[in-house]
């Protein structure tokens, strides 16, 4: 009996897969993965507010309840996509090289854009959830975990700078930067301009104010200014207590150690 058991437990895993949780399948995953990107699709033609699960269903020819089981509703398909760009920004991200503050807060702006650009339509069609909606926002409690990885790669773009500035305003700078670049994003989305050249011009018009910003950090009162604002903007805008202290902590540790500044 014993072997028979066995050889039952054996059948099963090979089934499932090595190291796969159970209930989790290769079919499902393409299920989601279809159903997913039928969703994307849908919302980027009629936009968010017009399309229903019922509509995603019928395009993808399954039933809703099946739709159900992946999806239960379009918030959940709007934070997996928060979710998917996030962690693919944050993989292109580790490319980051070694340089002033402004060199690498470029290149994590434009990389920003380019992992963007492919589902622009579709984010496009979501600025109204993106800005105003409590439940499925940029700042709200659900896409914390997307828009902490996103922020952490502006964190480390400031703390493993060459030029780093001093460490009471580290923190307060990242955040900013991380801002300004949601407010690009913004503008790169509502931009009518063929092909948006005008968020190309904008770009460049901010590659050329940064030097300028980089000496201005050395007056007192520019530094307070940058931290008492950074202090209004988290508290209107961010609920992440723990994701302060823990990139406060990072903060220290490069202070701590100056070979930790080259990033």
Known sequence: MFTE??????TVNQRRGRGRPPGRTDQGDAARLRLYNTAIELIAERGY?????RDVANRAGVSVGLLYRY???????VLSLYDQLSAEYATRAEGMGTGKWRDRFLFALTTSLQVLHPHRST???LVRVLVGDIQEGLFAPATTFSRQRVQ????EAVVGASDAPRPEVTAALARLLYLVHLAIILWWLLDKSPRQRAT?????LLKGALPASTLTLRFPRVRAFVVAGDKLFREALFDDEAAE???GSTAARRTADPSLRSG
């Open 245 to 247: 202290v823990a990139l």
């Open 200 to 204: 190309t011009a904008l770009v460049a």
């Open 49 to 53: 507010e017009a399309t229903t699960l």
């Open 71 to 77: 999806f239960p509703s379009k918030g959940a398909v």
């Open 123 to 125: 984010l496009a069609a």
């Open 152 to 155: 952490r790669v502006f964190h």
């Open 5 to 10: 058991n066995v050889k039952e437990l054996r």
